[in-house]
């Protein structure tokens, strides 16, 4: 209710990373933002890798991922705050439930590209994007690192399009397979096998066009 009060036109898909950043300022500015979620976490670093849907990553090695963030600390007005995404609250529950130690530091590493749809751009046999997720997978240092677990948020455009709607649950599956193939080759201790690696599937909002 808040955002929709705030402008009288909705924000078009490109500034729409500024018309967030504005309306934080002003839930700041009314003191609507809760405290304890506008406090940077210092042990929770937070890393946001952007890719574009349209780009085939396989072929064109010229465009660089953006690195919105590496390594920050978790905070609405900085790397996962701007733009931010579901990380923001994932990070604080983690860190309330599990990590409140402030000695104990833990990543959330955010790979990312709107509009995406599953086959053409995750899949390993023939995404754009797969070799970027896992170059970000292989990022680790196994001698202090390690993997903890894998969140997938994504499907909205794939619910568009009949064929990719009829496919995903099969192609979800083989990718989610693919996907903790490469995380145990990284780091085979942590879990006993690839199916031991804990997935997070996050549920697409219900919304009405």
């Known amino acids: 209710?808040?955002?929709?009060?705030?402008?009288?036109?909705?924000?078009?898909?490109?500034?729409?990373?500024?018309?967030?950043?504005?309306?934080?300022?002003?839930?700041?500015?009314?003191?609507?933002?809760?405290p304890q979620?506008?406090?940077?976490?210092?042990?929770?670093?937070?890393?946001?890798?952007?890719?574009?849907?349209?780009?085939?990553?396989r072929q064109d090695d010229s465009e660089a991922v953006k690195e919105l963030a590496v390594d920050h600390d978790l905070s609405p007005y900085a790397n996962c705050g701007i733009p931010y995404g579901p990380e923001l609250m994932f990070g604080h529950v983690l860190n309330n439930n599990y990590y409140s130690?402030?000695?104990?530091?833990?990543?959330?590493?955010?790979v990312a590209s709107g509009g995406s749809n599953m086959y053409k751009f995750w899949s390993k046999d023939n995404g754009f994007g797969w070799g970027e997720l896992v170059k970000?997978?292989?990022?680790?240092?196994p001698a202090t690192e390690e993997w903890k677990a894998f969140v997938w948020f994504q499907g909205e455009s794939d619910a568009f399009d009949a064929e990719n709607f009829n496919n995903y649950l099969q192609d979800l599956t083989q990718f989610i397979a693919d996907v903790r193939d490469e995380m145990y080759a990284v780091d085979s201790t942590t879990f006993d096998s690839p199916e031991d690696i804990p997935v997070l599937i996050?549920?697409?909002?219900?919304?009405?066009v």
């Open 37 to 57: 979620f506008e406090e940077p976490l210092t042990n929770v670093q937070c890393s946001f890798y952007q890719m574009d849907q349209s780009i085939d990553y």
């Open 1 to 34: 209710q808040l955002l929709r009060e705030a402008t009288s036109d909705p924000p078009t898909p490109w500034p729409v990373f500024e018309f967030m950043a504005k309306e934080l300022i002003h839930l700041k500015t009314e003191g609507l933002l809760v």
């Open 136 to 141: 970000q997978i292989q990022n680790v240092n």
């Open 101 to 110: 130690n402030e000695e104990q530091l833990f990543s959330i590493n955010k």
């Open 202 to 208: 996050v549920g697409m909002g219900c919304w009405i």
